[in-house]
């Protein structure tokens, strides 16, 4: 215990705000009216100069958000959210679309670069890494860029922003739009419909297996904007892609709204794979500011045989509300869900998913290590269940915490369900502490107490991290060790 | 005894046994050796019975009589015993209490009375005593934290209080040290009776210089390809098995 | 969710508001108890019959479920209360132990008298004032429970036992028989202390007849003073058209040695809910369960275990097996509060699903403010293993004998739990009995 608390007082004397992606980036911009009715919704719809079922769809769910009500069910604890203080949409002055880099404003492609996210491909193509990533790039409310457009179009692939894609591929949008997550889905998702700004599309063609990684960048930069993404990813028969998402916002005394929603659709034997690195600010060591992440998921293993996999790196936001989950509607069709969500100081993290058997021999995998320190929560709620007909249906569920102090909360919510009884389900779950004997080991080995705790938490969450892009991984493993390093341990 | 004609067995729509022939008379010991893959362990369990099988051609006659209709409990109750490779261990139930469950039902089944527990008990007794197997394994689960010898043993013990007509020893001999193979051996041997045949499967020619067999039979691909006697076990230890897989292919 | 939504009465709650009206002043006990009674019964109001809504509740619906709420029987008369608990026994073989009895909810005998051992009935109890009935609801974290609330606010019908260390190893059955002409409900309590070092065998047993649809909401609560050690065994055999929610509500001192172990079996409809509370530390619990259901049975056992203080184990291990198109829930929480260092908790739930339309629904939860602590769940579903299935099979057992002693050797581990050799003999008994019903 000793050198736990050691390594605990420590770590508190360290200046608290280690989040290195909370600059501003000084812009003009253009901005929706403050607050929210069928007017910002015209707004928005026409600022995308979409088509009028486009604009109907959204006012459809806009209405149908006036008459819900916010969930109360998450272990989350918010003031309540006023939304008519804030903007919904927010994009720079002067922006005309992302044609060509050249247009976008030169602070922009500066903000990207201290980010180190290459928008411009021959800096990328000279670089040293060697795997190719093609970015698409959000600022507030727009696209700013979408790299390697022309390059993978050569193979029938669409990586464009969604606003492109509702304007240039509306057969592929109207069908697939809304079809995982409903516009009436839930509070978060319903509002998302009504506002959403930009986002990314791909759609991989049958057969194809997409030549590079696919990416988005998100970045909240304005000031009392809420950003309301969305993204719809279709892998037709046979397909592959890989797929990563990262997040930053500055750092702000109020807290920012973050209502994405997330589409996947496998089809036939196709396999999506689905990476997030989550780095919203996270608001001080105080819980002043930070991004309020209710984010709804949902991928729909729709063809025999298909495969979704999540993998989450989850370190930032104030509090997180996120649940990315498989519905496995294909005969042996192939759910996973591998998830790290580390919380400090204030933050609240509410998060998990759920496997939804619905198809023969449909099996699923949920490996959860949850690490919580300073004064936080951190919750894991998860749903496994199989339906009447998902004979032979297998999930195997295992969820750790970890808890570093005694100020903060580990818990662990599972639902398991069986309407059936060929399915078998294993769910095992633990809360421990790193132990006395494992940090001398380390220490006598001549480690220093905070890089015992940083390499034993590394081995913690090991089992999800091999599950991320190799570049991604070892982003996300500097990650944990500064967002540990930060507040405590 | 036992007669199985054209047998052809498919698993997941796989192949597995592929027009099999085979007799075993009243009384012998026939060995079968294979390759790995060529169907040995798949015939043991489709003669006893197991359901993950489909029987798409072919019968399996016990004394002229055709099983494949029956549940693996009515095979064991006409003497079907399989001493399984891989012996299952199951907590929660001690071995007396299964070995009760187990001879009672087969004497049930052929409409014979129950056995007393102080008569079961005394056949325990000496059984157990003739391979080693101490009171202290008869308190266990059954097969529960056992070795791989005391798990074979068990099986034998099994064998021997049911005192079946076909015995099947399926790789018996496998994970078992050269002691614990005798001791197996043994006990095998003491249950050969003119009344009783013994269905001898495994890879190696080892177990079969303790189990000496009457009739040794090659396995490749799903058949019988060579019969022949005891000797042929040897020429198999020292050629191999390549010659029987190109064979069965042609 | 609205704050201005009422929600509309059920014919149930309707019909249990208008019985407190009318009962209020009736009911035994003094001007505190009353005000008691009615803070009890405004915590129930709030929220009417408890619905999925509240999280406790995700799985059953009681609001659903209890769609009337009969009046209670008439009190029976010595010779009524005689037959009925000769039909109704849990058990298949009584056991030599002296028994507190109750029949549709009343107290139909005189305690018995055991040294050391003081029992009084509740009714007396309240009437009288006696200072035991400050004791009733000590456990502060079960006290928002609507069911518990609601028999709490018509508490009359029960018995105050209390056991000192004189009484040595004591033992005492509470058996339960139901049997009327028509549907009755009944709301029996008992409050049972075990003083600092005492001991208790405790034995509960539930039975009734079959085909009558009668309504119990139980309540039995232990409080174990320090060094205490308390075996409490539970059988729920009600009737097969019994709709049954039952409350076990533990209070534990220092250093107490407490096991629970719960058979439900019985009734349609079944909600166990055990609340336990450690106030002392180095405490050792288990609780284990094993339920067996067919049919169209419905059963919840619902657990919340709150350590509190440090230097804890708990054990939990239930078992449930499910034929035909019965339910099963298993709802398990594991609190550990930030002073609870050095707690050791371990829970686990496994199903069996006999049939192909049975239903298992598990939630174990955990919920930690300590980092020195080792706590772990686990939950399994499945149905029986077919390479075992075969094994017994091969060496002659028919199906049904093979997944008997199969399903047997399954709840036998949770049956360990019971120490008293009597009545484990009876469990076995009662698995075996279910088994056999099998065909």
Redesign the interface.
């Known amino acids: 215990?000793a050198a736990?608390q050691e390594t605990v007082d420590r770590v508190k004397a360290i200046d608290v705000d280690q989040y290195k992606y909370g600059f501003e980036t000084v812009l003009e911009t253009e901005k929706a009216p403050k607050g929210l009715s069928e007017d910002t919704v015209r707004y928005i719809s026409a600022k995308k100069n979409e088509p009028e079922w486009m604009t109907q769809w959204r006012l459809d769910a806009f209405r149908r958000w006036q008459t819900m009500?916010e969930p109360?069910?998450a272990r989350v604890d918010y003031p309540k959210i006023d939304y008519q203080d804030a903007y919904y949409y927010s994009e720079p002055k002067n922006f005309s679309g992302p044609d060509s880099l050249d247009d976008v404003d030169p602070e922009i492609l500066k903000t990207y670069e201290k980010l180190g996210i290459p928008l411009r491909e021959q800096e990328l193509l000279a670089g040293v890494k060697t795997s190719k990533v093609a970015v698409d790039a959000v600022f507030d409310s727009v696209s700013v860029a979408t790299t390697f457009k022309e390059e993978l179009k050569k193979v029938g692939v669409i990586f464009c922003p969604i606003s492109e894609a509702i304007r240039e591929h509306p057969e592929l949008v109207k069908k697939y739009l809304g079809s995982v997550v409903p516009a009436s889905d839930n509070f978060f998702a319903t509002l998302n419909s009504a506002v959403f700004t930009d986002g990314s599309f791909v759609y991989i063609p049958e057969g194809v297996r997409c030549p590079m990684e696919l990416s988005t960048y998100f970045r909240i930069n304005e000031r009392n904007t809420g950003q309301f993404e969305r993204t719809l990813i279709i892998a037709d028969k046979g397909s592959y892609v890989s797929y990563l998402e990262g997040c930053t916002a500055p750092q702000r005394d109020e807290h920012q709204l973050h209502a994405a929603v997330v589409e996947l659709v496998a089809l036939e034997d196709a396999e999506i794979k689905y990476s997030t690195v989550q780095n919203w600010f996270p608001g001080d060591a105080e819980g002043k500011g930070g991004i309020y992440n209710f984010v709804t998921k949902r991928g729909d293993c729709r063809g025999d045989r298909s495969k979704i996999s999540w993998t989450q790196v989850e370190t930032g936001s104030a509090i997180t509300w996120k649940y990315p989950s498989c519905i496995l509607r294909g005969n042996g069709s192939n759910g996973e869900f591998y998830s790290i969500a580390i919380s400090n100081g204030r933050q609240q993290v509410d998060s998990g998913t759920k496997m939804i058997h619905l198809g023969k021999n449909t099996t699923s995998r949920i490996i959860s290590k949850g690490i919580a320190a300073g004064k936080s929560d951190n919750t894991y709620r998860g749903q496994v269940s199989a339906h009447?007909k998902a004979s032979n249906a297998r999930n195997f569920t295992n969820c750790d915490?970890l808890?570093?102090?005694?100020?903060?909360?580990?818990?662990?919510?599972?639902?398991?369900?069986?309407?059936?009884?060929?399915?078998?389900?294993?769910?095992?779950?633990?809360?421990?502490?790193i132990s006395d004997d494992q940090m001398f080991y380390c220490m006598q080995r001549g480690l220093s107490d905070e890089e015992a705790v940083a390499l034993i938490v590394n081995g913690f969450v090991k089992d999800v991290l091999q599950h991320l892009p190799m570049e991604f991984a070892v982003e996300a493993q500097k990650l944990i060790s500064i967002s540990l390093e930060g507040s405590v341990g | 005894m036992l007669e199985i004609r054209n047998l052809v067995v498919d698993i997941d729509d796989k192949r597995i046994l592929n027009g099999l022939n085979l007799t075993v008379n009243k009384g012998e010991v026939a060995a079968i050796m294979g390759p790995n893959g060529s169907g040995k362990s798949t015939l043991s369990y489709v003669i006893s019975g197991k359901e993950d099988y489909t029987v798409v051609d072919g019968e399996i006659l016990l004394d002229g009589e055709n099983i494949l209709e029956l549940d693996p409990a009515e095979r064991a109750a006409l003497g079907v015993f399989l001493a399984f490779q891989y012996p299952l261990e199951i907590p929660g139930v001690g071995t007396m209490t299964f070995l009760k469950a187990v001879m009672n039902a087969q004497r049930k089944a052929r409409g014979e009375a129950e056995l007393t527990t102080p008569d079961l008990m005394r056949r325990v007794r000496e059984a157990a005593e003739e391979l080693s197997i101490n009171q202290e394994m008869l308190k266990r689960p059954l097969n529960f934290g056992f070795s791989g010898g005391e798990k074979k043993r068990m099986e034998i013990l099994q064998m021997a209080l049911l005192e079946p007509k076909l015995c099947i020893l399926d790789e018996t001999d496998s994970g078992l040290d050269i002691d614990a193979l005798k001791i197996v051996a043994d006990g095998v041997n003491a249950l050969r009776s003119p009344d009783r045949s013994f269905l001898v499967i495994t890879h190696y020619q080892r177990l079969l210089d303790y189990i000496v067999p009457d009739t040794v039979h090659v396995m490749a691909n799903g058949r019988i390809v060579r019969t022949g006697g005891k000797e042929l076990a040897l020429e198999l230890e020292a050629n191999g098995y390549a010659d029987y897989r190109q064979q069965a292919a042609e | 969710?609205?704050a201005d939504v009422k929600p509309l009465r059920t014919a149930a709650e309707a019909a249990l508001i208008a019985r407190f009206q009318a009962a209020a002043n009736s009911l035994p006990g003094d001007s505190a108890t009353g005000r008691r009674r009615t803070e009890a019964f405004d915590r129930f109001e709030k929220t009417g019959l408890p619905t999925r809504r509240i999280?406790e509740f995700?799985y059953t619906d009681l609001r659903a479920l209890l769609r009337d709420a009969p009046e209670p029987a008439a009190r029976p008369d010595a010779a009524v209360a005689a037959t009925v608990l000769a039909h109704n026994a849990a058990f298949p073989a009584p056991l030599a132990i002296p028994s507190l009895d109750f029949v549709n909810g009343y107290l139909v005998s005189q305690p018995p008298a055991i040294a050391g051992v003081d029992i009084v009935a509740l009714d007396a109890a309240l009437a009288a004032g006696d200072a035991l009935t400050g004791r009733i609801g000590a456990l502060e974290l079960a006290q928002d429970n609507p069911m518990l609330a609601l028999n709490t606010a018509f508490m009359a019908e029960g018995a105050i036992v209390r056991v000192s260390k004189e009484a040595g190893d004591a033992g005492l059955q509470l058996r339960f028989a139901n049997a009327a002409d028509a549907p009755f409900s009944s709301a029996p309590r008992v409050l049972v202390i075990v003083d600092d070092g005492a001991s208790l065998d405790l034995i509960e047993t539930h039975a009734g007849a079959s085909g009558l649809a009668y309504q119990v909401n139980a309540v039995v609560e232990i409080i174990a003073g320090d060094g205490a050690r308390v075996n409490h065994t539970r059988i729920n055999a009600e009737g097969d058209a019994a709709q049954a929610v039952s409350t076990l509500s533990v209070s534990l001192g220092a250093d107490v040695r407490f096991s629970s172990f719960g058979l439900t079996t019985g009734p349609a409809m079944s909600r166990h809910q055990i609340f336990l509370g450690c106030a002392g530390e180095g405490a050792d619990i288990t609780i284990g369960g094993a339920t067996m259901l067919r049919g169209r049975q419905f059963a919840d056992t619902t657990l919340t275990l709150d350590h509190a203080v440090p230097n804890c184990n708990s054990r939990e291990l239930f078992k449930t097996v499910l034929d035909d198109e019965s339910t099963g829930v298993f709802q398990g929480k594991i609190i550990?509060r930030?002073h609870a260092?050095k707690t050791d908790g371990r829970m686990m739930s496994a199903?069996l699903?006999?049939?192909?339309?049975?239903?298992?629904?598990?939630?174990?939860?955990?919920?930690?403010?300590?980092?020195?602590?080792?706590?772990?769940?686990?939950?399994?579903?499945?149905?029986l293993d077919d390479d075992l299935l075969f094994y017994l099979m091969a060496r002659g057992l028919p199906r049904k004998q093979a997944e008997a002693l199969m399903v047997e050797a399954f709840l036998g581990e949770p049956l360990e739990f019971v120490a008293r050799e009597d009545v484990r003999d009876n469990l076995v008994a009662l698995v075996e009995g279910w088994l056999a019903a099998r065909g």
């Open positions: 215990m736990v009500v109360t069910w009447r915490s808890l570093i102090g005694d100020q903060c909360g580990a818990h662990t919510v599972p639902y398991i369900e069986s309407k059936n009884a060929s399915a078998v389900f294993e769910h095992e779950a633990t809360t421990s502490k | 969710m609205g999280e995700h550990v930030q260092q199903a699903l006999l049939a192909e339309n049975a239903t298992m629904n598990n939630k174990p939860e955990l919920e930690i403010f300590a980092d020195d602590v080792q706590c772990a769940h686990g939950a399994t579903c499945g149905q």
